[in-house]
């Protein structure tokens, strides 16, 4: 099993920053990418962003440009720096870590944080 913690939600005002935070723990060998999900209200969930472990990355066209992801491996973090935030990136953030030989898109295949919300007022 692998353990999830977010941290760095919040409430900011469209044009701010944010940067959240994310520490694996338990049987990270089991993993080879970590990315952020997020899920706005009567949306379905969509991936923001991911990380290899060997630091190849993933955006969603909604927001290249504007997030970075990053991870520190000697802290088994991974980090979502978002700037230039518009109110409709207002959403729960998941963290999520991805088995080695699964697929994003394979929730079985998927360990979960349990959120932190990102709120963006116009």
């Known amino acids: 099993q692998v353990q999830l913690v977010e941290s760095g939600g919040g409430l900011v005002q469209a044009g701010g920053s944010l940067r959240l935070s994310c520490v694996a723990s338990?049987?990270?060998?089991?993993?080879?990418?970590m990315g952020w999900y997020r899920q706005a209200p009567g949306k379905q969930r969509e991936l923001v962003a991911d990380?290899?472990?060997?630091?190849?990355?993933n955006y969603a066209d909604s927001v290249k440009g504007r997030f970075t992801i990053s991870r520190d491996n000697a802290k088994n973090t991974v980090y979502l720096q978002m700037n230039s935030l518009k109110p409709e990136d207002t959403a729960v953030y998941y963290c999520?870590?991805?088995?080695?030989?699964?697929?994003?898109?394979?929730?079985?295949?998927?360990?979960w944080g349990q959120g932190t919300q990102v709120i963006v007022s116009a």
């Open positions: 990380i290899t472990n060997g630091g190849s990355t």
């Open positions: 999520a870590a991805k088995r080695i030989g699964g697929a994003w898109y394979q929730v079985p295949d998927l360990y």
């Open positions: 338990g049987s990270i060998f089991s993993i080879n990418a």
